[in-house]
């Protein structure tokens, strides 16, 4: 249907009956289904459907209800972008942010019951989108209202979607170091220590080494990673094939060590010049055979590859640790 007194009939029951058992938590439901369309998303914020369902969540109502009234929010936010001003200005994502922590406290305390399970995906879903979005005024609200320390708990509890979030804060230069003293490096660490045939497959797989990664930018967080057995870690990772997709940025991780001798003594006993050998001979293979001028195949030396870059990591271990690193590459002098 297009009947634009859908939206405003629905919003008239949040305001003004009681929510009864289901009624409130039915109408949010059908509101975030039609918010998956762009037409009605809008038409929910034209209509002042943020401010009502501000009042629905801030509300002392039932778990579903509030499951439903954060999904209503997260799919207007999802499908019409000049949402984010109002959802903002109401602060939603505070809110929001401020639920998943209480949620998740009441979850730990009695995990039988599920329905605080349900609302607390919900409100990870929800913080997802927010986090993912780029905007200033997004990121400081959630700097002021997001709980790391909640959010690496759930990661040790093997919250997929709680990975998820972890990574995108990683992204952000400023999360990085805060997250580093809530004892996420650590964490990352024995997710891949404790390996097992099925972990290649978990969907998390992705996030986590893309997090331990991130997280090798910054000094202070590279001391925490080598203190805790992590660049024996990233070597493990490096060398086996399944994780080739990762191999850039488990390298890239790996070169911010350079200016540390101590990590590259741990990185040279732990065999990172076979390993690299091995990757770039199998490049090479990949390439096929090169012609020298008078059409003799040139074959390719792997112990030469070897020696040569054996030479190359002793000589720079050699080199001035403080003149060769800085404190993240996301700040430059």
Same mark, same amino acid.
């Given at each position: ?5 859908l939206i405003k009939n629905t919003l008239w029951i949040l305001q003004n009956l009681p929510p009864g058992p289901t009624l409130h938590c039915r109408a949010c439901r059908l509101l975030g289904n039609l918010c998956l369309s762009e037409h009605y998303a809008q038409l929910v914020c034209v209509q002042g459907g943020i401010p009502v369902l501000s009042t629905v969540v801030k509300s002392e109502t039932s778990t579903q ?75 400081? &609200?959630?700097? =002021?209202? @997001?709980?790391?320390?909640? *959010?690496?708990?759930?990661?040790? +509890?093997?919250?997929? /979607?709680?990975? %998820? ?66 660049? &024996?870690?990233? =070597?493990? @990772?490096?060398?086996?094939? *399944?994780?080739?997709?990762?191999? +850039?940025?488990?390298? /890239?991780?790996? %070169? ?78």
């Amino acid at each position: 249907t297009n009947d634009p007194k859908l939206i405003k009939n629905t919003l008239w029951i949040l305001q003004n009956l009681p929510p009864g058992p289901t009624l409130h938590c039915r109408a949010c439901r059908l509101l975030g289904n039609l918010c998956l369309s762009e037409h009605y998303a809008q038409l929910v914020c034209v209509q002042g459907g943020i401010p009502v369902l501000s009042t629905v969540v801030k509300s002392e109502t039932s778990t579903q209800t509030l499951s439903t009234a954060i999904r209503t929010i997260k799919n207007i936010w999802v499908s019409y972008r000049p949402s984010h001003v109002r959802i903002l200005d109401v602060k939603l994502v505070r809110d929001i942010s401020h639920m998943l922590a209480n949620t998740s406290d009441k979850y730990f305390a009695d995990q039988t019951q599920t329905k605080y399970k349900y609302l607390l995906e919900t409100c990870m879903k929800a913080v997802k989108v927010f986090v993912e979005d780029g905007e200033f005024k997004t990121r400081s &609200q959630l700097a =002021l209202s @997001l709980s790391r320390p909640k *959010i690496v708990h759930l990661c040790e +509890n093997k919250f997929s /979607l709680a990975f %998820t979030i972890l990574t995108s804060l990683a992204k952000l230069p400023e999360n990085r170091p805060e997250l580093g003293t809530c004892n996420a490096i650590k964490m990352l660490i024995n997710c891949c220590k404790s390996t097992t045939p099925e972990f290649s497959l978990n969907p998390i797989k992705d996030d986590i080494i893309t997090a331990l990664c991130l997280f090798a930018r910054e000094a202070v967080n590279r001391a925490k990673i080598r203190d805790d057995g992590g660049i &024996q870690v990233l =070597l493990k @990772l490096l060398s086996n094939d *399944i994780n080739e997709a990762h191999h +850039n940025e488990l390298l /890239l991780s790996l %070169t911010q060590f350079r200016g540390d001798d101590v990590s590259l003594k741990i990185m040279l006993d732990n065999g990172i010049v076979t390993i690299l050998a091995n990757i770039m001979g199998k490049m090479l293979d990949r390439a096929g055979p090169s012609w020298g001028e008078e059409g003799l195949v040139i074959k390719t030396d792997r112990e030469l590859i070897l020696s040569r870059l054996r030479s190359v990591i002793t000589e720079d271990s050699k080199m001035s640790g403080v003149a060769r690193s800085r404190f993240s590459l996301d700040y430059i002098p």
